[in-house]
């Protein structure tokens, strides 16, 4: 099991439930040291202090605020742990609502939380049925590493679950990177569903969602061990630029059928034909007006766009 990170308890209302904060994930890429490349010797990071220019153990070292320039407060553990906040202490839920109205970019890292002893086995039964037969998740809060955090709790099998969730203010706001104005037909809008269709899957499971990238480090660095050449490194393909939009389309279904050996027969998509109506419907309108009015139509001043 992996180690316990933090001890501490959820408070519902006037429920308190001891926990246990457990890592939920685990991290199995391939990690490498910095050496020294003429003799490969391990180069290490030490701490040294600025003013005594040596060395110093970890039992020398503590917390600081620098609030002016060389004006530092020590901030010992001790102080941390006795914030004045409820949430020093424990995770404390603020209130309940349906998991697709938080936006995914706001939910971070996991961990388990295990209940504490056999007198946390009852309140944590109860919190694990009441929000799984809700279909609702806890939003709660908590102080870890010096400041006070905003967190997500779910059930996962018959388990707490809790991540880490962004404050809203820093998520910074994407309208900067919004695209030119474009349009998008609707035939092109029902060619993309048709490949998500043709993409579509049941679970995270096969060879699509395995680690390529540690397995082919690995063979690298046993041929190196080996002093055996090193694998091919097959070519890259290389971005061809879209053309036309529903026949990249159509190629795009017929590959991800042809890959699940599903019929790789695809009809051809329906072309561009609001764009062709709607170039007729302008064509019919033009002739229909009188030129005078056509005229003073082109003449006329744009409205400013809103921002």
């Known amino acids: 099991m992996p180690r316990t990170i933090w001890n501490g308890a959820i408070s519902f209302g006037l429920v ?12 199995h890429s391939i990690q490498f040291h910095q050496y020294h490349l003429k003799d490969m010797g391990r180069v290490r990071v030490r701490k040294v202090c600025e003013l005594e220019d040596r060395e110093v153990t970890q039992s020398e070292i503590g917390k600081g605020y620098e ?13 941390l742990t006795s914030l004045p906040l409820p949430t020093a202490k424990a995770i404390e839920i603020s209130g309940f609502l349906p998991l697709e109205s938080i936006d ?7 961990y ?24 609702k998740v806890a939003v709660a809060r908590y102080a870890w590493s010096g400041r006070e ?9 018959d388990v ?15 309208q900067e990177l919004l695209p030119p104005p474009v349009e998008v037909t609707d035939e092109e809008i029902e060619g993309a569903l048709a490949l998500m269709e043709s993409m579509s899957r049941d679970d995270l499971e096969g060879e699509e969602f395995r680690d390529t990238y540690t397995d082919a480090l690995a063979e690298i660095i046993e041929a190196k061990r080996e002093d055996k050449p090193l694998p091919d490194a097959p070519e890259p393909e290389a971005p061809g630029q879209v053309l036309d939009l529903m026949a990249a389309l159509a190629e795009s279904v017929s590959k991800a059928k042809a890959s699940r050996g599903e019929d790789a027969d695809v009809h ?8 062709a109506k709607k170039q ?18 082109k003449t006329a001043g744009r409205r400013p766009r809103s921002a």
């Open 16 to 27: 308190t439930v001891p926990i246990h904060v457990l890592g939920a994930t685990e991290n």
């Open 67 to 79: 609030y002016a320039r060389d004006q530092v407060v020590a901030i010992t553990d001790e102080d």
């Open 104 to 110: 995914p970019i706001r939910i971070g890292e996991g």
């Open 112 to 135: 388990y939380l295990a209940p504490d002893g056999q007198v946390a086995a009852k309140p944590y039964k109860l919190l694990v049925k009441a929000l799984g037969r809700s279909s």
């Open 149 to 157: 955090r905003l967190g997500l709790v779910r059930v996962r099998g």
């Open 160 to 174: 707490l679950v809790l991540h880490a969730m962004r404050w809203p203010d820093e998520i910074r706001s994407p």
């Open 268 to 275: 051809e998509l329906p072309r561009k034909k609001t764009a």
């Open 280 to 297: 007729a419907s302008a064509k019919a309108a033009t002739r229909k007006q009188p030129a005078k009015k056509t005229a003073s139509k």
